[in-house]
T-cell receptor, first 114, second 112 residues
Framework: DGGITQSPKYLFRKEGQNVTLSCEQNLNHDAMYWYRQDPGQGLRLIYYSQIVNDFQKGDIAEGYSVSREKKESFPLTVTSAQKNPTAFYLC?????????????FGPGTRLTVL | DAKTTQPTSMDCAEGRAANLPCNHSTISGNEYVYWYRQIHSQGPQYIIH???NNETNEMASLIITEDRKSSTLILPHATLRDTAVYYC?????????????FGQGTRLTINP
């Protein structure tokens, strides 16, 4: 089945540790995105990538880093510089590449920093 | 992107039609209306989008007023699995990557 996978579903880390969230898609989509969602709130864009080896900051990029070495993968690292890392993290992808861009989302990773 | 206004919550009986309104009075001529929903603790799911004509797919229907200042998402025969937060988003439909701006949406509860 084609889709977007995020792992793990739940993740716990100690304060001060960096943590990397996985996002993989087999939809052959060019564009990928990372959003953050806090309880009772909408989504906010962290980073996005239109193509391999390219990515841009979103609205709340501070304390996060990404890489896009492969078309299928867009991992997000939450660094110790992120002041409030506990949140629900959602990865999405869209066809991109000059075509129209409905976004499809993964199941999310709930990160809790203790 | 144009701002949208949705009711905070709604209830609907199972088997009945659920009608979710959205106001977007500042929408511009080339902006589309998109609907997504998010079931608890899952990623948002794309439902439908439209420009000015009414649209229907296997999930829902989208009715856009003639002046395009409001729209209604219709789930024709709601089931318990339709309980979710529904987001109305207005944005340009451009090529390439673009962020989605989600507000707080409408929390729809389907009651047995």
């Amino acid at each position: 089945d084609g889709g977007i996978t995020q792992s793990p579903k739940y993740l716990f880390r100690k304060e001060g540790q960096n943590v990397t969230l996985s996002c993989e898609q087999n939809l052959n989509h060019d564009a990928m995105y990372w959003y953050r969602q806090d309880p009772g709130q909408g989504l906010r864009l962290i980073y996005y990538s239109q193509i391999v080896n390219d990515f841009q900051k979103g609205d709340i990029a501070e304390g996060y880093s990404v890489s896009r070495e492969k078309k299928e993968s867009f991992p997000l690292t939450v660094t110790s510089a992120q002041k409030n890392p506990t949140a629900f993290y959602l990865c999405a992808s869209s066809i991109g590449g000059g075509r129209y861009n409905e976004q499809f989302f993964g199941p999310g990773t709930r990160l809790t920093v203790l | 992107d144009a701002k949208t206004t949705q009711p905070t919550s709604m209830d609907c009986a199972e088997g009945r039609a659920a009608n979710l309104p959205c106001n977007h009075s500042t929408i511009s001529g080339n902006e589309y209306v998109y609907w997504y929903r998010q079931i608890h603790s899952q990623g948002p799911q794309y439902i439908i989008h439209g420009l000015k004509n009414n649209e229907t797919n296997e999930m829902a229907s989208l009715i856009i007023t003639e002046d395009r200042k409001s729209s209604t998402l219709i789930l024709p025969h709601a089931t318990l699995r339709d309980t979710a937060v529904y987001y109305c988003i207005v944005r340009l439909r451009i090529q390439g990557a673009q962020k989605l701006v989600f507000g707080q949406g409408t929390r729809l509860t389907i009651n047995p």
